[in-house]
């Protein structure tokens, strides 16, 4: 067996006819081959299935298609359904409307390796890498996501800077096999599939990345979560939509509490009291849950992004009712 056989790539597709013909070339052009591509459709109302089931033709040692009568998931629940099919040693994570470029498996494998080296093919392990942004037509935005999106990567492996802000992009991904037993099922309060990934890898085993661009990363409006330049403009957005951000805030509480919930039998008693105490920030004073905050240091990337999540907590009051 070649090193890329013993991966799975996950294909989760809705509607993305217009953007599969480009992907799919791409994983014909790998420098290393997968040994299985798993794909599931959402309920699509194009030529997506008709596409893949084409392909699975072309490829059929290669393609799996996923067809079942659980409907409509979404991102997070199609990747979540997806997990359960997968059974290589490592597995990959692909968005329908992105390209992969040429040494992605053979790239991400390799820190892979070196990780399982220094942490040990036992320990959890997720690698993630940079990207490069690119609009509808594959022309380029920014060359680097992260410089794009002020994301510092080596903040992003920490379980306190996670909790508050995911800094792993999935389609970037890779998992070995002891983080995807751990990880699944995902459960229903985890905001993404690869925010949870990230989570659990923190508390239990470790993140590394890779820093380069692995995929471009298509912008075209209709993006589950998409590439949005860090700055003013973007700032000025998030003050405008209060309710929004602290929605969205909420939720990375109720992540939390799932977090806690799922493992806490097998948690350090300071990951307990560090994820504990994020969950139950909404239902603290306002002077406890500033303590709280520094104690832990539950800081967004940037100093812009941590003022900001400082001014939200304080107004969620009524958060818990």
Not at 172 to 198: E, F, K
Not at 243 to 267: G, I, P
Request: glycine residues 6%; proline residues 5%; positive net charge.
């Amino acid at each position: 067996m070649t090193k890329g056989e013993s991966c799975s790539i996950l294909l989760a597709t809705c509607n993305g006819a217009a953007y599969l013909p480009a992907l799919l070339s791409s994983f014909n052009a790998q420098t290393c081959r997968p040994g299985r591509l798993v794909l599931r459709d959402d309920g699509s109302e194009d030529a997506t299935l008709d596409m893949l089931r084409k392909y699975r033709a072309a490829c059929p040692d290669l393609v799996t298609i996923i067809e079942d009568n659980c409907g409509r998931l979404g991102t997070a629940g199609n990747f979540t359904n997806l997990l359960g099919h997968a059974d290589s040693n490592y597995i990959l994570f692909c968005d329908q409307d992105d390209v992969w470029l040429p040494g992605k498996i053979e790239k991400t494998l390799s820190v892979m390796a070196a990780a399982e080296d220094r942490y040990g093919s036992d320990t959890p392990l997720l690698v993630h890498s940079d990207l490069s942004v690119v609009d509808r037509d594959l022309q380029p935005i920014a060359p680097s996501f992260w410089k794009y999106q002020k994301l510092n990567p080596q903040v992003g492996i920490s379980l306190n800077r996670l909790l508050p802000q995911n800094a792993v992009t999935g389609c970037t991904v890779m998992i070995n096999r002891p983080l995807a037993r751990l990880a699944a099922p995902i459960p229903r309060d985890a905001i993404m599939h690869d925010w949870w990934l990230a989570l659990v890898a923190a508390t239990f085993g470790k993140i590394v990345y890779l820093d380069e661009p692995t995929v471009l990363y298509r912008q075209h409006g209709g993006n589950s979560i998409g590439a949005k330049r860090w700055g003013f403009r973007r700032i000025l957005a998030q003050a405008q939509s209060t309710q929004e951000v602290r929605a969205s805030m909420l939720r990375t509480m109720k992540q939390a509490q799932a977090l806690l919930d799922r493992y806490r039998d097998h948690m350090t008693p300071s990951q307990i009291k560090l994820v504990e105490s994020y969950a139950h920030l909404p239902y603290m004073s306002k002077i406890e849950r500033v303590k709280t905050m520094f104690k832990y240091r539950f800081f967004k990337h940037g100093t812009i992004r941590t003022i900001g999540f400082l001014a939200n907590l304080l107004a969620l009051d009524q958060a818990a009712s």
